[in-house]
T-cell receptor
Framework: DTGVSQNPRHKITKRGQNVTFRCDPISEHNRLYWYRQTLGQGPEFLTYFQNEAQLEKSRLLSDRFSAERPKGSFSTLEIQRTEQGDSAMYLC?????????????FGEGSRLTVL | GQQVMQIPQYQHVQEGEDFTTYCNSSTTLSNIQWYKQRPGGHPVFLIQLVKSGEVKKQKRLTFQFGEAKKNSSLHITATQTTDVGTYFCAGPEYNFNKFYFGSGTKLNVKP
């Protein structure tokens, strides 16, 4: 399968714990996005990487959230000191570079439940 | 910042009826994309519109981009149960570093 891969698919954690999600984009895609989606809402932008550079970060992203893409391939999204309001689906998407148009390819998401 | 709004939020139709969802942006868009998310699934790209007034068709689906490039619509003719899901529009920011998604229209089709 050469699609966008995310893991874990589900994560249940207690409030105050740290969690980390991983995204493996389609191999030739140098642009990678993280989105958050809550029930009944559209995907909400979190952050954007072009290769290893984090070029955009949403103001909604508190300092408890950090994302990396160290070698311009896979990416991780870490949430520290989780809160119940962090419960959501975290979606990763990628797309190829070289064009300012083109579809986003989404992974199946990592669902976080904070108890 | 840019806002993308969609109406209606929900639509329940009988199989065979038509369905339309509307998308409006607070700013002019360079292009607009449509995605479908099945229940329990992830968004899947349907189409991209780039030109002012553009109309594209995919079988029973017709997509339009407004003349002012600030609104768009998706029309499904003769809905089928396989059309069930949430339809999102998405518009890019000027530098394409982020895409803003509408809140979606959830379509339910009764057989």
């Amino acid at each position: 399968d050469t699609g966008v891969s995310q893991n874990p698919r589900h994560k249940i954690t207690k409030r105050g714990q740290n969690v980390t999600f991983r995204c493996d984009p389609i191999s030739e895609h140098n642009r990678l996005y993280w989105y958050r989606q809550t029930l009944g809402q559209g995907p909400e932008f979190l952050t954007y990487f072009q290769n290893e550079a984090q070029l955009e970060k949403s103001r909604l992203l508190s300092d408890r959230f950090s994302a990396e893409r160290p070698k311009g391939s896979f990416s991780t999204l870490e949430i520290q000191r989780t809160e119940q309001g962090d419960s959501a689906m975290y979606l990763c998407a990628s797309r190829p570079g070289g064009s300012n148009t083109g579809e986003l390819f989404f992974g199946e998401g990592s669902r976080l439940t904070v108890l | 910042g840019q806002q993308v709004m969609q109406i209606p939020q929900y639509q329940h139709v009988q199989e065979g009826e038509d369905f339309t969802t509307y998308c409006n942006s607070s700013t002019t868009l360079s292009n607009i994309q449509w995605y479908k998310q099945r229940p329990g699934g992830h968004p899947v790209f349907l189409i991209q519109l780039v030109k002012s007034g553009e109309v594209k068709k995919q079988k029973r689906l017709t997509f339009q981009f407004g003349e002012a490039k600030k609104n768009s619509s998706l029309h499904i003719t003769a809905t089928q149960t396989t059309d069930v899901g949430t339809y999102f529009c998405a518009g890019p920011e000027y530098n394409f570093n982020k895409f803003y998604f509408g809140s979606g229209t959830k379509l339910n089709v009764k057989p």
